[in-house]
């Protein structure tokens, strides 16, 4: 059948989560290679890089959202095998099955779209839902298996990934700032480097000199320290023990 195909596939990708941003590589250096200013201004593509890393922050958000409300066991970053101690289904999960692909999404829409070439955002989007669409198809099996009839009520009444408009029902669990913090540094850090990265690039490509501006500078510097203050807090003390 397609979709045990689709779950076996998926197990695999689960496993290899990283690799979509390799994938993405030689269409990202093609169209950089191409890039322009819009309207051939810095200032203008500084506005939309503005936007952009809105639309970024704003998956991150979501990613925090939903994993503050969570128990221990579900909703991590483990890529050894699929895991859940329990089944999420208030919060987010109340309008959409998978808020932290949906929190990915976003964060890559606003990388890809700093180029503004919507030729290399299709093929971005392409390969994202090709890639999630299996990754989420294993992950489904898992949960079917092992809480049976209350998930697949679940699956009935809530969208796979476009969060629905209604039917938000509240966490049942306090928020929780350390589960944030002990989990979400990576992909501070992830925002941090993507975006001035594509500032020198800018610059690199369309005026052929190499410069940075100074408030993305200042963002990976302050991404950078997240990074490694939290990931230090939780590796070398129990501060963010939950």
């Not at 503050?68 to 101690?85: H, K, L, M, W």
């Not at 932290?100 to 290399?120: D, E, H, K, T, W």
Request: a positive charge; charged letters at 15%; hydrophobic letters at 50%.
């Amino acid at each position: 059948m397609i979709s045990e195909r689709m779950a076996t596939q998926g197990a695999w990708l689960f496993r290899h989560r990283g690799l979509m941003p390799a994938l993405l590589i030689i269409p990202g250096a093609w169209t950089l290679v191409h890039f322009k200013f819009i309207g051939g201004s810095p200032e203008w593509q500084d506005r939309w890089d503005w936007m952009c890393f809105g639309v970024s922050v704003s998956g991150l958000l979501i990613r925090a959202t939903t994993v503050g409300f969570v128990c221990n066991g579900t909703s991590g970053r483990n890529v050894s095998q699929q895991r859940a101690t329990e089944l999420n289904t208030t919060g987010w999960y109340s309008i959409c099955r998978n808020p932290l692909y949906l929190g990915n999404f976003l964060i890559m829409l606003g990388i890809i779209l700093v180029p503004a070439s919507m030729a290399y955002v299709a093929v971005c989007l392409c390969c994202f839902w090709t890639y999630y669409e299996r990754i989420i198809a294993a992950e489904e099996s898992f949960l079917h298996e092992k809480f049976g009839t209350p998930y697949a009520e679940w699956v009935r009444s809530t969208p796979v990934f476009f969060p629905r408009l209604s039917g938000w029902n509240a966490p049942v669990r306090s928020f929780r700032w350390r589960m944030i913090l002990r989990r979400e540094y990576s992909s501070v850090l992830l925002i941090g480097i993507a975006f001035f990265l594509l500032n020198i690039l800018e610059f690199v490509f369309a005026e052929h000199r190499l410069q940075f501006e100074l408030e993305w500078a200042v963002m990976l510097v302050i991404s950078a320290t997240i990074y490694l203050l939290l990931r230090s807090l939780k590796r070398y003390t129990s501060l963010l023990n939950v």
